[in-house]
């Protein structure tokens, strides 16, 4: 954020009003937005095609890469839902808000959410994507999160009254966190964090095999540490040490034949763009300590590395880095940064380069952040990258694998998270004050979120016909 857009001084007439008068303004925004009117959804009779807007996200990404975009959201309505961020964005716009604005995950599907480790190399769980991050409504985060559980739950094969539940309960817990966020001193919020271990205890107190689940992905996570992946994903080779070849999923730069991944124009640029330049500006957005941390490393191999759904055909790099020999290396991950999916559709921008509103978002709703969070802006290419440490104690739950209680305490717990990040960048009591202490809201969410599932259904099917007429090309199985 630049020092012109920095927020003012607290005056008396900018001061913060009392928690009260917070609190009531909340309440009486219901008359603005019924609480209730949020369980309503019916596509809009001018709604732009949804394989449209996924076509229109694909410029200028590279478009060898886009049939596995395609094949991997072909797997299911989940993975649709996945990759389609932009189509759930547009249909927003129209549904009801109540003005309160917070930091948006921007792509809070149940599948973004996971354990990492702290700084201090403790384990938590929390959001861990931030491409489309974007100051908006709050409402607009946690419809996604309960669209996503619909969809999850019915691809597990939950009767549909279950399947609806599951987004009742989750907007439940989101109602119950923000109540006891708003209660809390600032710094509390702040400092709030859930520990993996406390995610063991509350699955073990609903259900087992949720809890054979949580510890499968807290051992993954542990097992995860940057000397795992340099074991994966690196070979020593005339006593060096390189990234492995895996077409078309991993490319390192020195390989022959690089052409066929990238375009003319991009190779051009490549060649002109100084690896230096970056490095150096990267540098620059991190803080002291870290800048001095990383100049003792050098980067020594890159490679083209795809991951994701809906970010395939995005530029992402992986770079391997060594300190005083091959055995002192890590790997980052330099990903490019594009438009949120969120920005056609909201007015205010506080950020001039794209990667920098990525961090900022994960630092802002994160309750620890990589500590190689950084980022640089290529100034011939006019593309955007943020940096961060690849699959550093990094563990995801089996969503697919889940039975009903598992599921339902699992989104608990994510519901949980997202009240805590949306508490740390907006009004939490405004919010809470607004949602109440009834059943209207998460009813409603319930609602919601049982008609947006079908809507994902249909488009869903939409990209299995583009697929078979031929108006989409996809590779599955990549």
């Not at 020999?325 to 940064?337: G, N, P, R, Y």
């Not at 699992?410 to 109440?436: F, K, N």
Request: aromatic fraction near 8%.
């Amino acid at each position: 954020m630049s020092n012109d857009e920095a927020a003012p001084a607290a005056t008396e007439a900018t001061a913060p009003t009392t928690k009260s008068e917070r609190k009531q303004k909340g309440k009486e925004l219901r008359e603005k937005a019924p609480r209730a009117s949020h369980g309503e959804w019916a596509p809009a009779e001018d709604r732009p095609d949804p394989i449209g807007v996924l076509q229109a996200q694909d410029e200028g990404r590279l478009q060898h890469l886009l049939p596995i975009k395609y094949g991997r959201m072909l797997e299911s309505p989940f993975a649709f839902l996945r990759g389609s961020a932009a189509v759930m964005a547009a249909d927003l716009v129209g549904t009801p808000g109540t003005g309160i604005p917070v930091i948006l995950c921007g792509d809070a599907h149940l599948s973004n959410f996971g354990v990492f480790a702290t700084p201090e190399r403790q384990l938590v769980f929390d959001i861990n994507d931030f491409d489309e991050a974007y100051p908006g409504p709050w409402e607009w985060d946690l419809k996604r999160l309960a669209a996503s559980a619909v969809v999850a739950g019915r691809e597990n094969g939950f009767g549909e009254k279950k399947c609806r539940s599951l987004a009742v309960d989750l907007s439940d817990v989101y109602r119950y966190a923000m109540g006891k966020f708003s209660e809390a001193d600032t710094l509390d919020v702040w400092y709030y964090h859930v520990p993996a271990e406390a995610v063991l205890e509350i699955f073990e107190r609903s259900s087992k095999k949720g809890e054979k689940s949580a510890q499968k992905m807290i051992k993954k996570a542990r097992t995860k540490t940057h000397q795992q992946t340099l074991e994966k994903l690196t070979k020593f080779e005339d006593g060096r040490r390189r990234i492995i070849s895996d077409p078309p999923l991993l490319v390192p730069v020195r390989d022959m034949g690089f052409e066929k991944y990238l375009d003319e124009e991009d190779l051009r640029k490549l060649a002109k763009e100084s690896i230096e330049d970056s490095w150096r500006q990267y540098l620059d957005s991190l803080p002291d300590e870290r800048r001095y941390l990383l100049r003792s490393f050098q980067i020594k191999d890159m490679a083209l590395r795809v991951g994701g759904v809906g970010s395939v055909g995005t530029r992402c790099v992986i770079a391997l880095l060594e300190g005083e020999s091959a055995d002192d290396a890590l790997i980052l991950q330099l990903k490019e940064a594009g438009p949120s999916v969120l920005e056609a559709h909201l007015t205010e921008r506080r950020y001039s380069e794209h990667a920098e509103r990525v961090v900022t978002g994960q630092r802002l709703m994160q309750a620890a952040s990589d500590i190689f969070l950084g980022w640089h802006t290529s100034m011939k290419s006019d593309r955007d990258y943020y940096w961060r440490q690849l699959k550093d104690m990094k563990g995801s739950a089996d969503v697919g694998a889940m039975d009903y209680k598992s599921l339902r305490t699992y989104l608990g717990v994510c519901a949980w998270c997202l009240a805590r990040a949306h508490a740390r960048t907006g009004d939490e009591l405004g919010i809470s004050g607004y949602i109440g202490k009834g059943d209207v809201f998460p009813e409603a969410i319930g609602n919601f979120a049982a008609a947006y599932a079908d809507q994902t259904e249909r488009d869903y099917q939409a990209l299995v016909e583009a697929v078979e007429s031929g108006r989409v090309t996809a590779e599955v199985g990549i």
